[in-house]
């Protein structure tokens, strides 16, 4: 399905707690040749350690087929709870697309 | 000015009642003018530990309640307590997991726990109010 | 389940005070699931009683506080109190005016006016809150 | 300026209480020409007795120059609150545009 230079989106919105965990764990799921991952949380206004949990296990399984990630924050709240977790050094993050997309396939045009 | 403002909220530990919750203390912080950084750390940091009444105190037995009690302490402290009546489950931190508490004490001045016929989780928060700035 | 939840907010009398305290008890009904229609009555009176309090009550002297207390007393009731510490008004109906306390007895079960020392009304409100029900 | 087809539009949106008093008395004031006054009140979340008391002080004004007034209310809590202050028959109200357009000139298109 996915050619080398394609690039797999996951995306969520709004405010994401334990009432959602299903959902963001239905979301952050890999396809067996995804080798490019943007996860794209830039609408995302509150998200707690239920998402945190989430992105470490989907960083594993992207280390597991070897997928690179890199995931877009938009919000200054939520950007601050990964600090406060201590995975400030854990993932790839962005502020905007552009940045994130450069880092998934340089070169490319997305 | 707003020294003795509080809110309590009694309800249900369900996943359902975590963001309405949240949302009712969002708008008392807002109604006592707490900047809004300041208030979106205290939302995380209680959200946390609501999430975990939710997720781990009745976890085995029948859901029972949790509680959120806030209070504007002095001009410049904010108390909360969150209180479940269900077990505290003592154990290693798992791969993965256990973010919360740490959150929790990255945010809060203090936190202490008692784990005495439930979970009660005391946490004390700097607010610096501006209604109460001249 | 949500008996026992209370609100109380402390605020210097102002007019920018009356936005976020109606949403503050916004949020709190939501978080105690109360339908719509019976918040949105409930905000509309305790909204009047609060206006009251900053446009009347401190009339000619130094501005003061208004607290807002809402509780909810069982399982179909909420006692909400408006309290001022300045001087009730007592006069005539003004022509086209003179509608909110008019509001306030229409929406609440009950209303009880207190003018000593300021102005404190007491206001019942039926709630059928959609956590309680089984 | 107002010929006798033109018609007035005041308008206000949002939450309406005693914080924007003075926006809701400016807003609520007719040219002496005004004839046809169209109260758009279609995005109104939320509306107390200083609205109430301002729109009856508007109805008095329009009186005595002779002007026809129709209020647009979309929301129902807010309709609520006119029926509670007793008000539900001092006013022209209607719940579309159209319908209120109608009742200040009937026969002409807007
Ligand atoms: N209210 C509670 N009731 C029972 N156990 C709790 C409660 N709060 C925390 N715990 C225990 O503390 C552990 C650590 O919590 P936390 O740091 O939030 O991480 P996580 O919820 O991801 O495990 C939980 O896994 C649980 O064993
Ligand atoms: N908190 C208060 N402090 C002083 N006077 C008050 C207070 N609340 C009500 N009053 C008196 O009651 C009168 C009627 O109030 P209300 O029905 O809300 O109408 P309005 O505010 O339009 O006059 C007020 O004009 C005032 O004289």
């Known amino acids: 399905m996915n050619d080398n230079s394609s690039i797999t989106v996951l995306r969520l919105a709004g405010e994401l707690d334990i009432g959602r965990r299903e959902e963001i764990h239905g979301v952050f799921q890999l396809a067996p040749d995804a080798r490019r991952v943007l996860v794209d949380l830039s609408e995302v206004t509150y998200a707690d350690s239920t998402t945190l949990s989430e992105l470490l296990r989907l960083r594993a399984d992207a280390q597991a087929q070897d997928a690179r990630i890199a995931i877009v924050i938009g919000s200054k709240r939520f950007a601050r709870v990964i600090e406060y977790a201590g995975l400030g050094s854990a993932f790839a993050i962005f502020d905007d697309r552009g940045a994130a997309l450069t880092y998934l396939a340089p070169g490319l045009q997305s | ?134």
Chains 1, 4 share one sequence.
């Open chain 2, 1 to 134: 000015m707003t020294v003795g403002s509080e809110l309590r909220l009694n309800r249900d530990a369900e996943a359902t009642g975590v963001t309405p919750m949240r949302h009712a203390l969002s708008a008392f912080l807002d109604a006592i003018a707490v900047d809004q950084d300041t208030r979106d750390d205290i939302l995380i940091a209680v959200g946390e530990a609501v999430a975990n009444a939710v997720e781990h105190a009745y976890c085995g037995s029948s859901p029972g309640m949790v509680q959120l009690y806030a209070r504007v302490d002095d001009a410049r402290t904010l108390a909360v307590e969150v209180v479940d009546r269900g077990e505290y489950i003592s154990r290693e931190r798992r791969d993965g997991r256990g973010f919360g508490m740490r959150i929790v004490r990255s945010v809060a001045r203090a936190v202490a726990i008692e784990t005495d016929g439930g979970t009660r989780i005391h946490m004390l928060f700097d607010i610096a109010s501006a209604a109460d700035t001249p």
